[in-house]
T-cell receptor, first 114, second 115 residues
């Protein structure tokens, strides 16, 4: 079965704190892709990162970083020095097969308070 | 560089009515996807086109739902005899069709409320 689990439903932090959003996935595919999307209150899903199953290198982009570990089937997302503008719902997704359709987790709502 | 656009952005209808949504993908993107998102949930895959061919449909897509992509450009999603359970955000995404799984870029969605 293909599944993505985001166990944290809601997280609240104070501005400038670091925060990690967890993502655990299940798949039997050997080739797959993992994604993170941000959904601000406006509703549009904004692409953040794409990672394939053969590339376990961690990635950093500004205040964002991602930790991919195949051994634990996890693809966690860390925001360093959070800002109020980071407040949104964040989705982790698994892309599989030749179609590329995405299987999303239930999302984590992040609230960053000033 | 225009992104994915969807029309209308909001739709309120009465139960039993038919509704049609339109999606215009990023130009030159061969693949087009429809997803449905209900409150508090992640998007769920509905169907997918490569050019004009509809290659996969989810079992979520009941007989009342139909999607088309004539000429491989824009796509329409029609819901016939709407039910209150159809109330949701309908999201469209597009991607190029190269090797592997490409990034899908999403439109702003159409929010449907069935009264």
């Amino acid at each position: 079965a293909q599944k993505v689990t985001q166990a944290q439903t809601e997280i609240s932090v104070v501005e400038k704190e670091d925060v990690t959003l967890d993502c655990v996935y299940e798949t039997r595919d050997t080739t797959y892709y993992l994604f993170w999307y941000k959904q601000p209150p406006s509703g549009e899903l904004v692409f953040l990162i794409r990672r394939n199953s053969f590339d376990e290198q961690n990635e950093i982009s500004g205040r964002y970083s991602w930790n991919f570990q195949k051994s634990t089937s996890s693809f966690n997302f860390t925001i360093t020095a959070s800002q109020v503008v980071d407040s949104a719902v964040y989705f982790c997704a698994l892309g599989r097969g030749n179609t590329g359709k995405l299987i999303f987790g239930q999302g984590t709502t992040l609230q960053v308070k000033p | 560089d225009t992104g994915v656009s969807q029309d209308p952005r909001h739709k309120i209808t009465k139960r039993g009515q038919n509704v049609t949504f339109r999606c215009d993908p990023i130009s030159e993107h061969n693949r087009l996807y429809w997803y449905r998102q209900t409150l508090g949930q992640g998007p769920e895959f509905l169907t997918y086109f490569q050019n004009e061919a509809q290659l996969e449909k989810s079992r979520l897509l009941s007989d009342r739902f139909s999607a088309e992509r004539p000429k491989g450009s824009f796509s329409t999603l029609e819901i016939q005899r709407t039910e209150q359970g159809d109330s949701a955000m309908y999201l469209c995404a597009s991607s190029p069709a190269r090797t592997g799984i490409e990034t899908q870029y999403f439109g702003p969605g159409t929010r449907l409320l069935v009264l």
